[in-house]
């Protein structure tokens, strides 16, 4: 699952061909956002999605979005 990696963005600038920081300008150009402020919304829109379709339990959808859970109830 590509979206619970700890993306760099040296290795999404390399997934592209391009150099980093041309790669930030680039992409913050077209989409307003840069790289990881994009991936972070996309990280919470996916799991928005996943808590409403889905019964997995919190943890879970954390684990597969990609998102670290400070802490937990018992």
Excluded at 21 to 27: A, G, I, S
Excluded at 40 to 47: D, G, I, Q, V, Y
Excluded at 69 to 74: E, H, I
């Amino acid at each position: 699952n590509d979206l619970a990696r700890a993306w760099t963005l040296r290795e999404l600038s390399e997934t592209v061909h391009l150099a980093p920081n041309y790669f930030l300008r680039v992409f913050k150009n077209e989409t307003g956002v840069a790289p990881l402020a994009f991936l972070s919304r996309l990280r919470a829109e996916t799991a928005a999605r996943l808590l409403l379709q889905t019964d997995w339990p919190i943890a879970q959808i954390g684990a597969h979005v990609g998102c670290c859970l400070l802490y937990t109830s018992d």
